[in-house]
């Protein structure tokens, strides 16, 4: 992932950490539907302390039918779960049947951006209009990630760039996008640095010396969520009541 760190917390911080792949997707999809182990193993039909061995351990190897019910509990697919999907782009799913796109306010937009993750900017640089993605965090409200002079990234300083920030679910075919146009600058103020520095969620991915850190002060956010329209029940219909 390209350079930037993100915040939230001290990257001192120590989190608690399953085992392997497969136990770190489950912990973080049950989280993203905010469901206790216990939850998701009534749901899957397992005893809790089987679902504990399989995110904390990393010898785990589950049979398929294990998967099977994972996948259903979690609302997500088995190909998903075991991590066969890291190589290829999100979104390759159905639509489905009754979509909307739905505009996001602006308070919604600012929460989905949230204190920090991945995301990508838009920049034109010197070989052309580039799309990046960066790990970035979000401090008072200023958007900010990290990379190093030189690069393409830091070809946004100065320049009016565009942010994006999405998420697409692919077991449900919906997602969304928060976009944020603005101008980005770099911190300078020591203390700002400093601030952002002991803020960011982690090192940057990409690895190396980075420290050039980049504001975007935003001046324009809009976002947009895919929605499934929810189906008429016949007894419900005006018509049919007329």
């Known amino acids: ?19 392997g792949d497969l136990g ?6 049950r989280k993203e539907l905010g469901l206790t182990r216990a939850d998701t ?7 809790c ?3 504990r061995y399989l995110e904390e351990s990393s010898a785990a190897i589950p049979g ?36 909307q796109l739905v505009a996001l306010s602006d308070a ?8 920090h993750g991945v995301g990508r900017i838009a920049v034109t640089t010197a070989d052309g209009p580039t799309v990046l993605p960066v790990n970035y965090t979000v401090v008072d409200g200023t958007i900010a990630f990290r990379t190093a002079p030189a690069t393409a990234p830091a070809e946004a300083l100065g320049r009016r760039i565009a942010f994006e920030v999405d ?37 940057p991915w990409a690895g190396g010396s980075r420290d050039l850190w980049v504001c975007v002060d935003a001046d324009e956010i809009t976002g947009r969520e895919i929605r499934e ?4 029940d016949p007894r419900d219909d005006p018509a049919r009541r007329a």
């Open 1 to 19: 992932m390209a350079d930037t760190a993100s915040s939230g917390t001290t990257a001192r911080t120590e989190r608690p950490r399953p085992g």
């Open 24 to 29: 770190r997707r489950l912990v973080r999809r």
């Open 41 to 47: 193993a009534d749901r899957a039909g397992m005893s």
């Open 49 to 51: 302390s089987y679902l």
């Open 64 to 99: 398929r039918s294990a998967l099977l019910r994972l996948a259903g509990a979690l609302e997500t697919g088995m190909t998903a779960l075991t991590g066969g999907e890291a190589e290829v782009p999100p979104g390759r799913e159905q639509a489905a049947r009754r979509a």
């Open 108 to 115: 919604e937009c600012r929460r989905r951006l949230g204190t």
């Open 167 to 203: 998420h697409i679910d692919e077991a449900m075919s919906r997602g969304w996008s928060v976009l944020v146009r603005g101008r980005a600058r770099q911190a300078g103020q020591l203390a700002m640095v400093r601030r952002l520095t002991e803020q960011a969620y982690s090192a």
């Open 229 to 232: 329209i929810p189906a008429i």
